[in-house]
Structures are given as C-alpha cells and as structure tokens.
C-alpha cells in the first residue's frame, strides 16, 4: 500500500452544457448514477476554493458541524491498522489518517478530486495511496481491511447505495468497521437553505425522487438521492452488517460556518447530519 496508484478509465457521457432544469424527477439509474464523476471532475477547484481551509488539508472532519476524528475517535485506534475511504475526495481525512500510523488507501470516482488530493500530497508531504474506483465495484480483494469508512462520499450520488455497502462488506475482514456520513434524512422534506426559509417543511420526508439538474438537451449534469433512516438501515443490514450506533451531532454554538443548507440558523433546530456506525459480523 506504499505507491500512489491512479487507475483510470474512460467515460461515455457527454459532458453537459449549463443547468437549464433542476429539481427532484426520476430518471434512469445509469445516467443518475454516473453523472457524479464529471460533476466532481468539473467542480473539484471551486469546491476545494470555498471549503478547503474548513476542511483542513491533513484533517479529518465528519460533517459541516464540524465534528472531527481526533475528537470523536468513531473508527478507535487506527494506528497499524488498514483503513479504506470510499468518495474520499482531495483524501484530507486519509492524511489525517496516515499521520496516526494507519495504512489508509482513498478511492474516489472523480480523477480531478484525486488531481487535488495529489498535489495536497505534495504540499503537505503527507502521501496516501490514491484509487480511482466506484464505490460499487472496488479494486481490492475480500477481507483486505479493517476499517472502512466515508465522510459524506459515494452515497449520496448513486441510486443503488446498497450496492456500496454489499462491496464495503466485502473488502472488510470479519469484525471489520464501516462508519459513513450523510446527509440527515430528515433534511429531505426541508428547503436547502440556511436560514430560517429553510425551517418549515415544503416536500414529503418519503418522496424519494432524486434531486436532478440536467442541461437543455436533457443530459443529468447532478443528481443527489434521499433515502429515509429506515432505507438506511434496511441497506446496511441486507449488506450482512451490523448497526452500531446512529450519531447525530449537534451544531456547536462556535460554528459560524455555512455550507449550502447547513449552518448556525437551520443547525439550532434540525439535525444536519446521521453518522451511522456498523461492523461486519465475525
């Protein structure tokens, strides 16, 4: 696990032209699913620009709440252990990782994510192995880990989230840990906004369309997918996993930060955030 590896492939999608459509509809898995990777290749630098310095570049934080590993310690001693992030971006929290003695390998969809995690690499000289796999087909062997885990990664973005979890459960040795972030299903029936627009509920908590935007020849530049606390949970068990814990951070009173629909206003009255904590059996 010492050697960067970037393997990459070749993607059929158009690349799409300016949003002319956004809002929740169906629309076929396939092109929902991989509408992720050139979104991300295309958004990589303005993201990284506006929440990088919140991030950290050799940090590992949970959630816009702010909640950070060294703190909370949700994955225990990592030191020795092999570790796997899945969606890990620009890999902050595999840096992080890898300076308390873990063997961390981060995979992302997005080969403009992994561009900026390699030249954090080199800014820091902090190196972590970088892969470039979907989160439904990783290239690594059964039982290869002892702790997996995704700080708001891969789940979001595809359709079939129980497909990542079944190839988690594979990759994970017998007692290994998947831990992952995401959004807080309740914030589904909520507006995105962080102000106090965004405190009364316009959608229902169950209309679990996904929130599409697509150019004007109709070609899905985005898509985000909700699902309930209880879809959540049915996809981490039908993997063969065990739930843990559920955690639900609350916003801290010195959080000034707002990110999209997260911040101190929305924060003091919704939850933002689920940390859902699992292990294979064994």
Same mark, same amino acid.
């Given at each position: ?110 080969? +403009?994510?992994? /561009?900026?995690?390699?030249?954090? %690499? *080199? !800014?820091?000289? $902090? ?7 979907? #989160? ?61 627009? +965004?405190?009364? /509920?316009?959608?229902?908590?169950? %209309? *679990? !369309?996904?929130? $599409? ?7 899905? #530049? ?61």
């Amino acid at each position: 696990m010492a050697e960067n590896v970037h393997v990459t492939a070749p993607d059929p999608r158009p690349v799409p032209g300016p949003t002319a459509h956004a809002g929740y509809r169906d629309v076929p898995d396939a092109a929902g699913g991989r509408a992720g990777r050139s979104w991300w290749d295309a958004n990589a630098a303005e993201y990284l620009d506006e929440h990088g310095a919140f991030l950290g570049a050799t940090d590992f934080c949970w959630c816009p709440e702010g909640v950070r590993e060294r703190d909370v310690r949700l994955l225990g001693d990592v030191a020795g252990r092999r570790v796997l992030e899945v969606g890990a971006g620009a890999a902050q929290c595999s840096r992080w990782l890898a300076t308390q003695g873990a063997h961390v390998v981060a995979t992302d969809v997005s080969g +403009g994510m992994l /561009a900026a995690g390699a030249a954090l %690499d *080199r !800014r820091t000289g $902090v190196h972590v192995p970088l892969v470039q796999a979907d #989160a439904r087909r990783l290239p690594f062997a059964d039982a290869a880990f002892d702790v997996a885990f995704t700080s708001f990664g891969a789940l979001p973005f595809v359709p079939d989230a129980d497909a990542v979890h079944r190839e988690v459960a594979r990759v994970l040795r017998p007692g290994g840990t998947w831990t992952f972030s995401v959004t807080h299903p309740v914030r589904w029936a909520f507006p995105d906004d962080p102000g106090e627009h +965004g405190l009364t /509920a316009n959608r229902s908590y169950f %209309d *679990r !369309r996904p929130y $599409v935007e697509s150019d004007a020849a109709g070609t899905v #530049a985005y898509a985000e997918y909700h699902r309930t606390l209880g879809d959540h949970v049915r996809d981490v068990v039908g993997a063969g996993l065990v739930l843990v814990d559920v955690v639900e951070p609350e916003w801290p009173a010195d959080n000034a930060e707002v990110w999209g629909g997260w911040g101190p206003v929305r924060g003091a009255y919704l939850p933002g955030t689920a940390i859902f904590r699992t292990r294979r059996p064994g």
